[in-house]
């Protein structure tokens, strides 16, 4: 299919050069029609479909309707979500065009309806895996804006048929319960009067119902043509099977629970709403209108995913007769913050964003502020992988609009005890910003609130133990320290400078102040730079892990990594990472570092060590992916490697076995080169099969390795979660009663703020509500959670965060 076409086909309804600057779609989609008859005239493999081509051309229309039910089939058989989805819709617009027959599409809904209801059932089915039962009755509901007044109007009984099956199956389902996924953690997720995506989805589709099916969302351009459309031949989809319910191996409740959690896995919910903004920013909107741009918001993110420009000019293009500036602002904020896992990498939201603001220069930079204002209201309650997701992605932002903010608003935080919510979270992106720029551009860009310097952290800048200032404190130190940059400087070997460490500083000083003295002055030597860094522990890991031959050494050296770069957290991340990759540090030693009581104490206040925690873990995790990753790439090419290898031989071994007789002797008829030739690509194709079939063993022995490493690491990690939670929890009372953490704190991080104030210029533009933050009038009520209690609501918050995003890993090692 020629790009013309493709971008014929995208631009219809826009104003642009393709169509002459003309806005009528009707215009549009007769241009798009000729260009496809042409195409179609060379070409048999265009499989778009606009149902003026079935009044012409029967066949090719019925070629389109075989291919899509073959490509349904195939994706509910691989369980291709998007595809699944996508293509009910697509059956729909299919029927608007009088291509496919109502009755058709009917029968396809009550097949998956069934398949459905045989998942829920106990005997016959498999209830852990109501997510993909719950799944096709959503793409049922989700294809109806599109569908459902033509269903409406043509097969009125057999469609009130399939309206009572879905009416049934959520009768039977079990509401589904997602606080651990909910961003904020509030008691709301708990009460049984709120609505799962199911039964929200459900309760929007009745609405419109009752309106009559109509939609103003969802373009109907196949009415202009109704006249025409008439005409032509509907042809019959084929029935779709469904994949039969994977049956409960077990009664147990455990292995129930990890067949639900794969269940989760491969159908999770698409969609967690962020109410960020009052409902009155979207008083115009019915509740499908709402629902409908979420999905076209949701596909473009899907479709344009590594083009986010071409994503941003069609996210602000959308054909609806209503603003949704807010609603896309909540949708973004929905995807970048979902849980367990967004659909994409963050980078591509922080990306899309900034373009958004771009495009929308007078509208949406005023709609981001006031998400990140409603955001920052709630920071407290909100979890703690979203919170460090929000930090990570508000101090991108900003490195992308010179930093500025006002930040006058927030400099009540500074009043605020150092464990608040509030406080930490803007201490971290000043942090994180400084990062992306330098010190002196953050603190200037926070001169207007000059309170805020006191939670900048220091200037970043290495702390030396053995400099010439300080010589003379420790003289054997700074003697020592400087023969070692000189025995580096003459580019002596790691042999020599081992033997003198063994010869010159263990006998008489002992092993750790060798430790401190080596480790501070390669961390000097390399302290210029990343690059300078990586360059001295890849030429010097050698003497380092001489050094630290046991875990007690090791943590004695990322207490010396601490101490060097105290002013930059950073950088500790960055040494203690590297080293971990070289093995100079194992990632036990690093999880009992972390939950040292030194660090323990500082995790409620920073980031610092659930930093180098999270590299540890996520490193090892990484390693085990990729290995299993290579493992299934050589165990697919090893069966075409055996048969080329096979085959190669028996073509040499046939050349061979013909022969003649020459003078009364037998020789080879073959030609010798020919033979010649036959042999090195025998041996070739049996050498490559020997390589990946000794690849693969020593992949799975590494693989194998690797998975009794992370069974260690997840039970050292989780062991240490509940020995300091076991030391620092309140008690359970006599009754069984849990101690509510927050109870001292009803209003934590809330601003009382003045309603008749006058407020920024952001209430009616970006979706601040009449709460926003009046222009330098912040007045704080007292956080009153205590500090043992915001520790351990903080500890919570991260053991939750890496239970939820290694449970995967954690399910796995517990069924090996």
């Known amino acids: 299919m020629s790009a013309g076409w493709r971008t014929l086909l995208l631009r219809i309804g826009d104003r642009c050069p393709e169509y002459g600057g003309s806005t ?9 029609y000729g260009v496809l008859c042409r195409e179609y005239e060379h070409s048999k493999d265009a499989i778009f479909e606009i149902g003026l081509i079935n009044l012409e051309n029967e066949d090719f229309a019925k070629d389109i309707v075989d291919m899509t039910h073959a490509n349904l089939q195939d994706a509910l058989h691989n369980e291709n979500r998007d595809r699944i989805r996508i293509l009910l819709r697509f059956l729909c617009g299919l029927m608007c065009s009088k291509v496919v027959l109502p009755n058709s599409i009917i029968e396809t809904f009550e097949t998956l309806l069934s398949s459905a209801a045989t998942i829920l059932d106990e005997e016959t089915g498999n209830p852990s895996w109501q997510p993909r039962a719950d799944f096709y009755v959503y793409c049922i509901l989700a294809s109806l804006p599109w569908g459902g007044s033509e269903l409406f109007e043509q097969v009125p009984d057999e469609f009130e048929r399939v309206l009572v099956g879905i009416q049934s199956y959520i009768s039977i389902r079990r509401h589904f319960d997602d606080i651990a996924f909910s961003v904020f953690e509030t008691d709301e997720g708990n009460s049984p009067n709120k609505k799962d995506f199911i039964e929200d989805l459900w309760e929007r589709i009745q609405v419109l119902s009752r309106n009559g099916w109509k939609v103003k969302s969802v373009p109907k351009p196949h009415l202009s043509f109704e006249a025409q459309l008439v005409a032509g031949v509907s042809h019959r989809f084929s029935p779709i099977s469904c994949p039969p319910p994977t049956i409960l ?8 629970g990890q067949e639900k959690h794969e269940a989760d896995l491969k159908y999770p919910q698409r969609l967690r709403r962020l109410h960020i903004f009052p409902t009155n920013k979207a008083e115009n909107m019915q509740p499908v209108d709402r629902f409908v741009v979420e999905e076209c918001i949701l596909d473009l993110l899907l479709f344009f995913n590594g083009c986010r420009k071409e994503c941003a000019f069609y996210l602000v293009s959308l054909p609806v007769p209503f603003r949704y500036e807010y609603l896309m602002a909540e949708t973004i904020f929905s995807q970048l913050l979902l849980l367990p896992s967004p659909p994409f990498r963050p980078i591509y939201y922080t990306l899309v964003i900034i373009d958004l603001c771009k495009a929308l220069p007078a509208a949406f930079p005023s709609v981001v502020i006031g998400a990140v204002h409603a955001l920052f209201d709630r920071i407290s309650n909100m979890d703690m992988e979203c919170r460090t997701r929000l930090i990570l992605w508000f101090s991108h932002h900003l490195s992308n609009f010179q930093f500025i903010w006002p930040w006058q608003e927030w400099a009540y935080v500074k009043d605020l005890p150092k464990w608040a919510p509030q406080r930490v979270f803007v201490q971290e992106v000043l942090e994180r910003e400084i990062r992306l720029s330098y010190f ?13 310097e006191e939670l900048l952290p220091p200037k970043a800048g290495p702390n030396f133990r053995y400099h010439t200032d300080e010589g003379k404190e420790s003289p054997d130190g700074y003697r020592l320290s400087k023969e070692l940059v000189g025995m580096v400087r003459g580019k002596k070997t790691v042999h020599d400078i081992i033997s003198w460490i063994e010869e010159q500083i263990i006998p008489a000083n002992g092993a750790k102040f060798a430790l401190d003295v080596v480790s501070h002055t390669l961390l000097d030597i390399g302290s210029k730079s990343f690059t300078h860094l990586i360059t001295v522990l890849e030429r010097y890991y050698q003497i380092i892990s001489k050094l ?4 007690e050494m090791q943590l004695l050296l990322m207490d010396e990594v601490s101490a060097y770069w105290k002013n930059s957290t950073q950088m500790i991340a960055i040494a203690i990472d590297r080293m971990m990759g070289y093995r100079l540090i194992s990632n036990l030693a690093i999880v009992k570092w972390v939950f040292s009581p030194a660090s323990v104490d500082q995790f409620h206040v920073s980031d610092r060590p659930w930093e180098i925690l999270r590299n540890a873990v996520s490193k090892t995790y990484n390693r085990i992916c990729d290995l299993r990753k290579e493992i299934q790439t ?3 090419g090893l069966p075409a490697a055996k048969e080329a290898s096979e085959k190669a ?3 040499l071994e046939e050349a061979k076995s013909i022969i003649e007789i020459v003078d009364g002797q037998s020789v080879p008829s073959e030609n010798p080169g020919r033979l010649r030739r036959l042999q090195v690509r025998a041996d070739k194709t049996k050498e490559e099969e020997v390589n990946i079939e000794e690849s693969l063993e020593a992949k799975e022995a590494l693989l194998a390795r690797g ?8 039970r050292l990690l989780f062991k240490s979660f509940v020995d300091v939670l076991t030391e620092r929890l309140p008690p359970v009372s006599a009754d069984g009663e849990v101690p509510n953490l927050r109870a001292g704190d009803p209003n934590a ?4 703020r003045d309603p008749e104030a006058t407020t920024m210029e952001i209430d009616d533009e970006n979706g601040a509500d009449n709460d926003s933050h009046p222009n330098g009038q912040n007045k704080k009520a007292g956080h009153n959670v205590g500090e043992l209690e915001q520790w351990c609501l903080c500890t919570l918050g991260y053991l939750k965060s890496f239970s939820r995003q290694y449970a995967t890993e954690w399910a796995r090692i517990a069924m090996a």
């Open 24 to 32: 009528d779609h009707k215009e549009h989609i007769e241009t798009c």
């Open 249 to 256: 191996q077990s009664s147990s409740e455990i292995v129930k």
């Open 440 to 452: 002196d551009k953050i603190k200037q860009s926070i001169e207007d609130a000059a309170e805020l």
């Open 548 to 551: 630290c031959p046991n875990e």
């Open 634 to 636: 050589l165990r697919k």
């Open 649 to 651: 031989s028996k073509e």
């Open 707 to 714: 998975l009794e490493e992370s069974k260690e690491l997840l």
């Open 749 to 752: 991080d809330s601003v009382t």
